[in-house]
């Protein structure tokens, strides 16, 4: 997994909620058994009209050239739905590292967890501070600090993150590398206890 640290970023609202796994990569696209190409089928219902590459409705935010960033900024309620894991492979393989909301599905914020996409919780207020920036507006999301930030008006707020999970995303590991990390550790361990 590439590591996350610092993400300085314009964002793509998607300012509807309850968006459910469903929604975020529609069942018929998870045929797959790698994890790339599902960016394409993002939204796919909502960015298409009639299921039609050729025909992106103009008013869904990843059709407008004037949103773009690695953050996407959802609604209350986001990953809600089924179980999948796709949902979080579709957002990183569109290019989003973070996303926010006010609320995540268990099980939606665990796999974006375990698949290098960081889920930043933020309160109701600050998400609608959010939603209120223009498409030039940057947010900086600062996964040391636990802290968001809308450039535009330095308005802060702290999330809350597993430190297992921080750590993980910090280094880029995923559950394997960081048992490899600790390799030393437990060689050590072993000549002691033997």
């Not at 773009?68 to 979080?88: D, P």
């Not at 609320?103 to 609608?128: C, E, M, R, W």
């Not at 209120?132 to 330095?154: G, W, Y």
Request: with cysteine; glycine share 4%; proline share 3%.
């Amino acid at each position: 997994m590439k590591a996350i640290t610092t993400i300085n970023s314009h964002f793509v609202p998607v300012n509807i909620e309850n968006i459910d796994t469903d929604q975020i990569i529609p069942a018929r696209f998870l045929k797959a058994t790698t994890k790339e190409g599902f960016g394409k089928n993002l939204f796919r219902d909502w960015r298409y009209e009639n299921d039609d590459e050729t025909k992106p409705k103009k008013d869904f935010p990843l059709n407008q050239p004037a949103y773009s960033g690695e953050i996407l900024v959802a609604g209350k309620n986001f990953g809600c739905g089924s179980s999948r894991e796709h949902a979080a492979w579709s957002i990183l393989d569109a290019g989003f590292r973070v996303v926010v909301s006010s609320f995540f599905a268990d099980i939606f914020k665990n796999n974006a967890l375990n698949n290098g996409v960081l889920p930043v919780q933020v309160s109701d207020a600050f998400l609608h501070k959010i939603f209120a920036q223009d498409s030039n507006t940057e947010l900086t999301v600062d996964l040391e600090k636990q802290s968001i930030t809308i450039n535009a008006t330095n308005e802060q707020e702290h999330f809350d993150i597993n430190s297992y999970k921080k750590t993980c995303l910090l280094n880029g590991y995923d559950d394997i590398d960081f048992l490899l990390s600790t390799k030393e550790d437990i060689q050590q361990f072993e000549t002691l206890t033997t």
